[in-house]
Every structure is written in structure tokens, then in C-alpha cells.
């Protein structure tokens, strides 16, 4: 235990001491992001150089790998951007190009700001770390300590990312037209850059033109950070935190709500975006995208009733010990039933639970098929083609489980960030929680013994569903950013490379006025 603390003492100690000793060091450097894999992904190979002039739009969206859902959300806006392009024209008729960059590994100057991902990876394993940190980050004095070791350490290499050109990351001779969040730690110093850059160096906390958006990507409860009461508008996808964004004297018109921003096969209507949602009706969806048997076809499933289990991308959540209580169940099931039964597990990049998992290391018997995955693109399929999902109570699984119309047991949460997702789901009727996988099994017995539940469950995961969420969302900043390009095009603050390098000249990293 005492390990455990020194631990913890280090790495909070090296965020908020050590950098004290590094600032100076740091402002001499020339910083560009790492080449990461995820960084290749996220610049800007989605639109060729010729693309970057008057007729696009750019927005930077500030994300970091701490989960996979920040990405994804990111991924879902850019995406809808696109769609509303070529199915709404006449009301957009810009593109928008998108240029996603995970700021803190890509910009972050030493540890633990370009560790990040990793940390991450650690405290969720070790549920422990992630309640302290978590907890303690949520303190009036945790804040203010998070608030001023970014602004001390990170201003000058987050201004980098902050004014690097949407279409070529090299160069920073173009800003972007607007700036959108889709994680916790990116509001505080974002703004108070955009505000210096805005304010030729004059402040930090005024003078900000460029649009700001923050679109929480977290369900049932969030961290204190993901709201500052600065922003233009902050998105919220439940009542539970649009309270938690007025307690944080975000105002009430400053707050819209629709829902997550969730990857475009869980939209309404699937993928098909070649028509006006209105020109299409009830049957059709049935008969198309959310017809079980048509997608357990697609699959190579059987068409049986089908127990998904979920690992998440990374796969973590004992996953293994969950499969294989599960399937006993179902084989016991089948045996004692003369009925079929179906389990699918996705086990994400955890290649150790899918090889476990497979033959020959687990031979499950004739009673039941299974089938194992490893990372999967269309989980939109695998949840349409099952009745009862096993996941641990990721915000984003949660949404898209509820468009799905399927009943969820959740296996596991993160203390604090992921908590309050349990109530979300029991108290809107589609699921409940089970923190042992002999409980987990039990209750999928229970389920099964009942379809009538198992149909309630269902109404009541569609009802709570919004699955035109992501293309609401997207719909508000296009037409935020038209109104920006329109001031630029105007005189209204150029975001240019000759603007730039003036507001750049003009401050002395980190020790600019507060």
C-alpha cells in the first residue's frame, strides 16, 4: 500500500514541482508532435493540399487515446460533417475538413502530459489509482493544481498545436476556423491560448474571436473539467450533466442537448444517408439494417438467439473469465432446454483472450456456437444480430447498445468517470449491473427464461436511444463555422500565417500575462 501512495505522490508531484524547474527548457524548443500511428491517422490525409483554400471550412477537435471513445466520437463528427455535405447541400454547401490530433501525445512536452495514454491504461487496470486520481482531480485544490501545471508546462507547446495549419501539421501558417473538444482536459488552456493568440498577446482569459465547443463524451456523470463556463456552447447528452455543466456555471443557453456523437452505423437508418430520413419508414428499417436474421446471415452466425460479450477496443474486463461462465450457462441451457444458443465475444486487441478463447484451447462443445473476434469495425452488426449484451459500462457501447434495442448486463465501470453510467441504464429500464461473472450468467439464465423482459428491455432501450444525435450535433457547428469563415472572409481576424507570427512574437511562452 505504501508503494502504491509513493506512486501516486510521484506522479501527481511531477505535474505540478517538477515542471516548475522545466519552463525555460521547454520555450527554446521548437516542439512538433511525435509521428505516433494514431497521429498519421489524425492529421490530414483526408483532403489533398489542393482542397485547403475558401471553399473549406476547418475545425481542429482536441481529443487524447485515453479510451478509445474520444477518437470515436471525433471520427463520428467528421463523418457527419461529410454526410451533411452531400445529402444537405443547399444549407451546407462548404466541406468541412476535419483535423483531429490527440494533443497531449502529440504535443505533450515531457512526462507525464505526453504519457497520458499509457497512465491511462494503468488506473484502469488498477481501478484504485483511477478512483484517487479521479476523486482528488475533483477537489477545488485538484483543479486548481491540474489548471495552472498545464498553463505552466504546456502553453507553449499546446499554442503549437493550436496554430499548426489543418491541412499540413509542419507548418503553422494557418489556424483553424473553429475548435472543438471531445475530451475532459481540453477546455482550460485551449481557451486560454485562443484568447492569447485573439488578443495579440494582450490576455489570456479575453479577447477570444474563435469559436470554442466542448461535446462531452461521457453519459451518467463527468469530471469537473470536461465544463468551463467560456465556451461558446457545450454539448451534453443526458439531464445528468447538463446540471453538472450549470454547476459549473456553464449557462443555460450556452447548453444543448441531443445525445452522444456515436460512429455512423448506429445513425438512424444505418449507414443509408442517400435520402432524407423522413422518405423512409418503419418497414423499411426492419426489413434493412435492424433485421436480425439478415445480419446474423451477413455474419456467417446462425440464426439463434445470441449472447454478445464485449471487451471494448483495448480489450480490457476480464472478458476470458466472463466467456467462459457465460457459455456453461448457455450450454447448461441448451441441454436441459433442447434450445440453440449463440454466443459471440469480441475481445478488442486482446489477442491473448481471443487465442484462449478459440479452439484449440477451448473446445465448447456442441450444445452451443460460438463464435470469437478480435477488434471488430462493425459492431453495429454484431449488436443488431444480439439479443443481450455483456460490456463493461462504456458511455459510448451504452448509446449505441440503446439504438440497438439491446438489453445490457454491465460487467464492470472506472470509479467516478464511469459510475454514474449504472443508473443511466437501470433507471431507463435496459440493463442492470452484475459485478461477478457467476451473476453475470445468472441473469442471462434469468433473461432468457423470460422474452417478455427481454421485449421490455427493449422498448425501453429504443426509447431512450438518439440516434440522430451525432448529425444534430454536427448540424450546430457547421453552421457555427460558416458564421466564422463569413467573419474571416469579411476582415474579421484573419487566421493567417502574417496574424500568427505577429501574435507569436508578441508573447514570451509561458510567461505571458495570466
Not at 507525464?112 to 491504461?121: E, G
Not at 488498477?126 to 508546462?153: D, Q
Not at 478488442?348 to 450444445?367: E, H, I, R
Not at 451504452?398 to 448486463?409: D, K, Q, R, T, Y
Request: some cysteine; glycine content about 8%; hydrophobic content about 35%.
Amino acid at each position: 500500500t505504501m508503494k502504491s501512495y509513493t506512486g501516486i505522490t510521484y506522479l501527481l508531484s511531477v505535474g505540478v514541482v517538477a515542471t516548475a524547474f522545466q519552463p525555460s527548457t521547454v520555450s527554446r524548443q521548437v516542439l512538433r508532435p511525435v509521428k505516433t500511428q494514431a497521429y498519421k491517422q489524425s492529421s490530414t490525409s483526408l483532403l489533398s493540399s489542393a482542397a485547403a483554400d475558401e471553399d473549406v471550412a476547418t475545425i481542429q477537435i482536441l481529443m487524447s487515446d485515453t479510451g478509445g471513445g474520444h477518437r470515436a466520437s471525433a471520427n463520428a463528427l467528421r463523418d457527419a460533417f461529410n454526410v451533411l455535405h452531400e445529402t444537405e447541400p443547399d444549407r451546407f454547401p462548404l466541406k468541412i475538413h476535419c483535423d483531429i490530433v490527440d494533443i497531449y501525445t502529440d504535443y505533450g512536452p515531457f512526462f507525464p502530459y505526453n504519457q497520458y495514454v499509457a497512465l491511462y491504461k494503468i488506473m484502469a487496470e488498477y481501478s484504485f489509482l483511477w478512483k484517487w486520481f479521479y476523486e482528488f482531480g475533483s477537489t477545488p485544490l485538484g483543479l486548481w493544481l491540474n489548471e495552472n501545471a498545464l498553463e505552466l508546462s504546456c502553453f507553449e507547446p499546446f499554442q503549437e498545436c493550436l496554430t499548426r495549419n489543418p491541412f499540413d501539421s509542419s507548418k503553422n501558417d494557418k489556424r483553424a476556423d473553429m475548435i472543438v473538444s471531445v475530451h475532459p482536459l481540453c477546455q482550460d488552456l485551449p481557451l486560454k491560448i485562443l484568447s492569447s493568440l485573439d488578443s495579440n498577446g494582450a490576455s489570456r482569459s479575453e479577447g477570444r474571436v474563435t469559436p470554442f465547443v466542448t461535446v462531452v463524451t461521457d453519459l451518467g456523470g463527468a469530471h469537473p473539467t470536461w465544463f468551463n463556463e467560456g465556451v461558446d456552447k457545450c454539448f451534453v447528452p443526458s439531464d445528468v450533466l447538463k446540471k453538472a455543466a450549470m454547476d459549473r456555471q456553464v449557462k443555460e443557453n450556452q447548453i444543448v442537448q441531443y445525445g452522444l456523437p456515436i460512429r455512423r452505423g448506429f445513425w438512424r437508418f444505418g449507414a443509408d444517408y442517400t435520402g432524407s430520413p423522413e422518405e423512409q419508414d418503419e418497414a423499411t428499417e426492419m426489413e434493412g439494417v435492424h433485421h436480425k436474421p439478415t445480419i446474423r446471415e451477413s455474419l456467417g452466425l446462425k440464426d439463434m438467439t445470441t449472447v454478445l460479450i464485449v471487451g471494448g477496443g483495448d480489450g480490457m474486463g476480464g472478458i476470458i473469465a466472463q466467456a467462459q461462465a457465460v457459455g456453461e450457462k448457455l450450454q447448461s441451457l441448451a441441454a436441459s432446454k433442447n434450445e440453440n444458443y449463440q454466443m459471440v465475444v469480441v475481445c478488442g486487441n486482446n489477442k491473448a483472450a481471443q487465442t484462449t478463447l478459440s479452439p484449440p484451447q477451448t473446445n465448447w462443445g456442441a450444445d452451443i456456437e460460438v463464435n470469437v473476434q478480435g477488434f471488430v469495425n462493425n459492431m453495429d452488426e454484431y449488436m443488431r444480430a444480439s439479443d443481450i449484451l455483456i460490456t463493461k459500462a462504456g458511455p459510448g457501447t451504452i448509446a449505441e447498445a440503446s439504438i440497438c434495442g439491446l438489453p445490457c448486463i454491465l460487467s464492470s465501470f472506472l470509479p467516478g468517470q464511469e459510475e454514474g453510467n449504472v443508473p443511466y441504464v437501470e433507471e431507463n429500464g435496459f440493463g442492470c449491473y452484475r459485478g461477478s461473472v457467476d451473476g453475470m450468467a445468472e441473469t442471462v439464465q434469468e433473461w432468457l427464461a423470460s422474452p417478455s423482459k427481454l421485449e421490455q428491455m427493449r422498448d425501453n432501450a429504443l426509447v431512450a436511444a438518439r440516434p440522430d444525435a451525432t448529425l444534430d450535433i454536427a448540424r450546430e457547428l457547421a453552421d457555427m463555422v460558416y458564421v466564422r469563415k463569413e467573419e474571416l472572409k469579411k476582415g474579421g481576424g484573419a487566421n493567417s500565417k502574417k496574424e500568427t507570427q505577429t501574435k507569436t512574437k508578441s508573447i514570451q511562452y509561458g510567461m505571458g500575462p495570466f
